[in-house]
């Protein structure tokens, strides 16, 4: 959570304490984006939360993400932190099923599976900063769980 956290910012607030609803920062538009890093069909120009809300997302945001991550790994091999920076990843990316980071996890290739981090780099077909410096941490924290 606390990566996660880093990296999506509780962004938005506005003078008086409520949050509103942002256009992605790599495309400027869909998805639109509330607290850390909400999206889905509840969110929409206009869109308003407390902290409160964000916050409950947020919890609800992860345990769903985590819980695609329980299925996409079936029983392979993972440790605690590989477990954590896949949710990560997969909470900034909706990919954890189609990512040959994925597969080759489950075939116990740690090491090319850390190097899969870097390649999601990109929002609205260019490489964010922000992106890079985060699958960096995802991949170390990765690596640190073998």
Same mark, same amino acid.
């Given at each position: ?5 880093? $990296?999506? /910012?509780? +962004? ?9 609803a ?31 809300q ?9 345990a ?7 299925? +996409? ?7 605690? =932190?590989? $477990?954590?920076?896949?949710?990560? $990843?997969? $909470?900034?990316?909706? %990919? ?12 116990? =290739?740690?090491?090319? %599976? +850390?190097?899969?981090? /870097? ?5 609205? /077909? ?11 941490? =995802? %991949? ?7």
């Amino acid at each position: 959570m606390a990566l996660i956290k880093r $990296f999506e /910012g509780c +962004a938005q607030r506005r003078p008086d304490g409520l949050y509103q609803a942002y256009p992605d920062p790599g495309t400027g538009g869909d998805p639109w984006t509330i607290g850390w890093g909400a999206t889905g069909n509840d969110v929409r120009p206009g869109t308003v939360w407390t902290r409160q809300q964000c916050d409950q997302r947020l919890e609800e945001d992860i345990a769903r993400h985590a819980m695609d991550v329980k299925r +996409a790994l079936g029983d392979c091999q993972t440790s605690q =932190e590989q $477990f954590d920076a896949l949710v990560s $990843f997969h $909470f900034n990316t909706g %990919a954890i099923g189609r990512a040959t980071l994925t597969k080759l996890h489950c075939r116990g =290739e740690f090491n090319l %599976a +850390a190097a899969e981090f /870097g390649k999601w780099r990109y929002a609205g /077909g260019r490489v964010l900063e922000g992106l890079v410096r985060r699958r960096r941490e =995802e %991949a170390e924290l990765y690596r640190s769980g073998r």
